[in-house]
């Protein structure tokens, strides 16, 4: 077998030719329906399969670039942070994998926070790239949205944030976990001052995100297909012991049960958006106040009122 593999299939190789250039590539399958999709098609469709409808992930600038009018938006940059604060090791130095995730998607975390108008309304956008390291939330991404919202409130702009996350990161420890209640005061920020938050709700949203500010919009978005949830199916299956219904955990079981609000496709998204932004903004004038008078005061009780008989 070794003579065959290390001698006569390079040998066979050199006869047939070169590897030709073509890439690999140029073809993906949708894990839903199987279909292959060529690639331009399908990034030009916004990474939803033409024939089953279903949604792949989105990389977090491709969004920015469809969610902001005219794909016009102002990136922030967000605080410097300590990169390894527990100098944690596992299979791999954690400062390693900071570094492979740096090197592979071209940022510095998980989240990119932008500013500019969606349907015409002021709004800032923190959006989760799931290619880091998973989304995984630690103190950079923490402080993205606190970021995020102090910017919000600064401009008197709609919230906007788009997990899409697998939780917080273990690499962080317990630093990780009090980005939830850090993430949620900055959230309770941005609705005292009237502002919109509104959540959209990307594949897959779970985790210390789940149970933090990804549940606390006002207005909860969702795309077709994406898993919500706290744990996976799995582990709560082995927990209860129980089978769960078909569907469990996806947008649209959720929204059946009436914990997100809506379920958009990806194309409908930034009209979506831009009108749930302008009906939250709207600031309402009040009732009419109407001075009390002799003639619009209540008739005194002793008086028997308006003499009026009661209705049979």
């Not at 005061?185 to 990804?214: C, H, M, N, R």
């Not at 609000?261 to 932004?277: A, F, W, Y």
């Amino acid at each position: 077998m070794n003579w065959l593999n290390n001698y006569v299939r390079p040998k066979i190789r050199s006869l047939v030719g070169a590897k030709s250039d073509v890439p690999e590539n140029l073809w993906l399958q949708c894990p839903s329906c199987e279909q292959m999709l060529f690639h331009r098609d399908l990034e030009a469709n916004l990474n939803v399969c033409s024939n089953c409808g279903h949604h792949m992930r989105l990389p977090a600038r491709r969004r920015l670039d469809t969610l902001f009018d005219d794909g016009a938006y102002t990136e922030i940059e967000l605080p410097d942070n300590v990169a390894d604060p527990l100098k944690f090791r596992d299979r791999k130095r954690y400062t390693d994998r900071l570094k492979d995730s740096r090197s592979s998607t071209g940022r510095q975390d998980a989240i990119i926070v932008a500013h500019g108008t969606v349907g015409g309304q002021k709004a800032v956008i923190a959006v989760f790239d799931f290619l880091f390291m998973g989304g995984s939330m630690g103190i950079a991404v923490g402080n993205g949205i606190v970021a995020g919202a102090q910017l919000a409130v600064l401009q008197e702009a709609a919230f906007i944030v788009i997990p899409s996350s697998g939780g917080a990161r273990m690499q962080e420890g317990i630093l990780s976990l009090m980005q939830m209640p850090r993430t949620t005061i900055a959230v309770q920020q941005v609705k005292e001052a009237g502002l919109p938050y509104i959540v959209l709700l990307a594949d897959p949203t779970t985790g210390g995100v789940s149970a933090s500010f990804a549940m606390l919009g006002d207005i909860a978005v969702a795309e077709p297909g994406a898993i919500i949830g706290f744990a996976g199916a799995r582990v709560i299956e082995e927990t209860i012991r129980e089978k769960l219904p078909e569907g469990f955990q996806r947008a649209e079981y959720l929204l059946e049960h009436g914990m997100i609000d809506m379920v958009v496709p990806r194309h409908d998204l930034p009209e979506s958006l831009g009108r749930v932004i302008g009906l939250l903004g709207q600031k309402s004038s009040g009732a009419e106040i109407i001075p009390v008078t002799a003639a619009t005061a209540a008739p005194d009780a002793d008086s028997g009122g308006d003499g009026a008989a009661p209705a049979d």
